[in-house]
């Protein structure tokens, strides 16, 4: 049986791959989480009952945990998922975002190293996964989309912050042999996302009535991933990824938020039968175009060539529907947003720090 380290385990996209793999393998898992504000045991909910799942409370900038837990556990692989990701909190405080998306990532990769220098027989099997985004990239024009080979061109701390690491794991897998991948996808969606991002954001405030802040004009262009997708693709990449090699993870889902926002607002105007005709009504009514987010990306779209033609990775959850689906969850789990967000997130303007700065 594997053991696999999944680090950000109760995070978003860490607490469905521990749900996914639990149901997809025989592995058993070792969840690392910090536990900030993004990570709630809640969102692993009977997994931490599972006898194949062990839970640790640690800091993936903490060392000398970190080269405990991998000295106990002797892992067939890393999952690095711990990181901070909203960048509205990078542009208010980048602080956390280089302790914890760079140095965490160094210290991941150094105790990684060490281990394999004294458990050489394990270098064959063991796997280093670090979960990037495509935010490294940069932005988009209205035409093309991002390959593996695309320069890197980040224009949030938060994307600075996860380019430096993929430089990081890249360079220990050319200098000192860590057998690593790296794989960079485009914006998620599905069950237990902290309700600071877009759609979970909309869907709440929607259910409140509560107005529904639209960045800028609405037409930046997001390409969407549900997250089981995701999940399945990560796999794939352990499994059978080249060692050194870098995928790229899309959904081929672009939307603007402007339209994005208009499916939550059917789907909620669906679940409570309200016609999306009547505007008195509907909770389209509660949409408010704000100022934009400062340094705002314009448009992602990510090229997924490599992963379907080298591993037969594709998504299976077309947009609208996915969509639909995660609104009903949301709809169905009152009680764990409200659990996840009492004391730390009451849903308020992130990010415009560098514009009361500029003011």
């Known amino acids: 049986m594997a053991t696999l380290i999944v680090t950000g385990g109760a995070g978003f996209i860490g607490s469905n791959l521990v749900h996914y793999a639990l149901a997809q393998t025989d592995a058993r898992i070792v969840v690392v989480d910090k536990l900030t504000y993004a990570g709630s045991r809640a969102s692993l909910g009977g997994a931490l009952g599972n006898a194949r799942v062990r839970f640790v409370q640690e800091d993936i900038a903490d060392a000398g945990a970190m ?11 890393i999952l690095n998922l711990a990181a901070e990701t909203h960048v509205d909190r990078s542009i208010d405080s980048p602080r956390p975002f280089v302790d914890t998306n760079i140095v965490g990532t160094f210290v991941l990769l150094e105790a990684a190293r060490q281990y394999l220098a004294r458990t050489p027989a394990a270098r064959e099997r063991f796997r280093f996964l670090h979960v990037s985004t495509d935010e490294v990239y940069g932005t ?9 080979d695309a320069p890197y061109a980040p224009n949030s701390p938060y994307a600075a912050s996860k380019a430096a690491a993929d430089h990081l794991v890249r360079a220990y897998g050319q200098t000192f042999d860590v057998p690593v991948l790296i794989t960079n996808c485009s914006n998620n969606y599905g069950p237990y996302q902290f309700p600071e991002k877009l759609i979970p954001l909309m869907i709440l405030n929607a259910l409140d009535g509560r107005p529904l802040p639209i960045y800028g004009d609405g037409a930046n262009v997001r390409d969407w991933l549900h997250v089981e997708d995701h999940c399945a693709g990560l796999l794939l990449v352990l499994q059978r990824g080249r060692i050194g090699a870098r995928y ?30 009547d505007a008195a009504a509907s909770c389209a009514r509660l949409k408010v175009f704000v100022p934009d987010r400062p340094g705002h990306d314009r448009r992602y779209a990510i090229d997924a060539t490599r992963i ?52």
């Open 140 to 148: 988009l024009g209205p035409d093309g989309s991002f390959s593996e």
């Open 67 to 77: 080269a405990r837990v991998i000295d106990e556990e002797r892992p067939d692989a």
């Open 308 to 359: 379907r033609q080298e591993l037969g990775w594709a998504p299976r959850h077309p947009f609208e529907d996915g969509l639909r689906r995660t609104v009903a969850w949301y709809v169905e789990h009152r009680d764990w947003c409200e659990g996840v967000q009492a004391g730390r997130y009451d849903r308020r303007r992130l990010g415009l720090a560098a514009a009361s700065v500029n003011a």
């Open 248 to 277: 790229n993870i899309g959904g081929g889902g672009e939307r603007t938020n402007l339209q994005v926002v208009d499916v939550i607002c059917g789907a909620i105007d669906a679940l409570r039968g309200t016609s999306g005709a």
